[in-house]
């Protein structure tokens, strides 16, 4: 190997071998150091080339690995949200794969995920479909219309599929699902973390909008934990940190035409409408809000509503059009919660990734200059509709 993986994941990779009845390989290993975009696991990619009984045959794998240290970060726990996603490729996927073949949707209409080829409490492993073609995108940059109407389609057949699996396995889906309360730990190093961040974010801000809005925005900031937490009105499975980066993406001749949402560590049952506009208040800037978010907004109920049907779901007698617009309204100010204290690490500068294992009370990192217009233009939205 050219690089000497953790013990760990050899063991996994020597099952997946196996498994494949190679009778003779190579096996390639580089590991991928993030750009700013993980904080979780230490990621490899895995080539194992070889021959089996009926020829010559490749393999890529994309290697996850818990994280060391994992003790020492004190707003959640890494080991729940490792086993979160790998709940997510090794039940949710085959289930709501099965859920879909037995509806008969067409296999360009279904929602995907990437498929597993190994799952432990320490290791999770995937097909590694950059060599299909995927990829995604600067963590900074702004989605583009496109990018935005699949992701936000995609997203809506992932939170329909949930309800589906609750209508129609309702103790499976309790027992194994719905008990995924969201995964953060709520207390004083939470409160540190949130307060460190976001006043470093609401310093951005020009000297008069910082006197004038700084505790108000603090105070919607200090709302989280009850937006997070919501199971009272619309609720399904949730991605947690549906985002660009978040999203593998295929493109042809320059355009997107096929998303794959990965990262699946915040699982959780909750309002999905968070996940809506965690997508738009994280990718998005104010120029495109204003042209977009409204017809992203209606586009989501309508790919929701259309796709539940297919498996006999009335989206109506779940909510209305009316109640889900009114619940869009009163959870908009998620976007500006996200912006204070989730969207800097997403701007953390190229040389100056934070490191989550420090306490977070205290973490300082330097963020890219773009993040202090984009969070100018969010503080400005919010005094526009009202919510300061």
Not at 148 to 158: H, V
Request: aromatic share 14%; with cysteine; proline share 3%.
């Amino acid at each position: 190997m050219a690089q000497e993986l953790p013990i760990k994941v050899k063991e996994s990779i020597q099952k997946i071998i196996q498994r494949e009845n190679f009778v003779s390989h190579d096996v390639e290993t580089k590991k991928i150091y993030p750009d700013g975009s993980g904080f979780m696991g230490d990621l490899y990619v895995v080539d194992v080339r070889g021959t089996t009984k009926d020829g010559r045959k490749e393999m890529s794998l994309f290697v996850k690995q818990i994280i060391h240290n994992a003790e020492r970060i004190s707003i959640y726990s890494v080991e729940d949200i490792f086993a979160r996603e790998a709940l997510a490729y090794r039940e949710l996927c085959p289930v709501f794969e099965d859920l879909q073949i037995e509806a008969g949707i067409p296999e360009n209409e279904r929602f995907k995920m990437v498929k597993k080829q190994e799952c432990t409490k320490d290791v999770i492993i995937l097909k590694n479909v950059c060599k299909k073609g995927y990829k995604t995108y600067y963590r900074m940059d702004v989605v583009s219309p496109k990018f935005a109407e699949l992701a936000i389609k995609e997203l809506a057949r992932f939170h329909g599929l949930s309800l589906v699996l609750e209508k129609q396995r309702p103790k499976y889906f309790d027992e194994v699902f719905k008990c995924l309360k969201q995964p953060f730990i709520f207390g004083e190093a939470w409160n540190d973390f949130v307060g460190n961040v976001s006043k470093s974010s609401i310093k951005l801000l020009d000297d008069d909008k910082r006197e004038k809005y700084g505790d108000k925005i603090m105070n919607i900031v200090h709302k989280y934990e009850d937006y997070i937490s919501d199971t009272k009105h619309f609720s399904t499975l949730c991605h947690g940190d549906y985002k660009n980066c978040n999203i593998m993406v295929k493109e042809k001749n320059g355009a997107c035409f096929e998303v794959l949402p990965i990262d699946f560590q915040i699982l959780h049952y909750g309002c999905p409408i968070n996940d809506l506009i965690y997508f738009i208040f994280t990718g998005t800037d104010q120029a495109f809000r204003k042209e977009h978010m409204e017809n992203l907004k209606d586009l989501y109920y309508e790919t929701l509503k259309n796709f539940v049907s297919n498996f006999g779901v009335r989206l109506t007698e779940v909510i209305s059009k009316g109640e889900f617009d009114e619940l869009f309204k009163s959870k908009l100010d998620f976007g500006l919660m996200i912006n204070c204290f989730y969207v800097p690490f997403m701007f953390s500068a190229e040389n100056d990734v934070p490191d989550v294992t420090e306490p977070l009370g205290d973490i300082s990192f330097k963020t890219d200059e773009r993040f202090g217009i984009r969070f100018r233009e969010v503080v400005d939205d919010f005094i526009e509709w009202g919510y300061l």
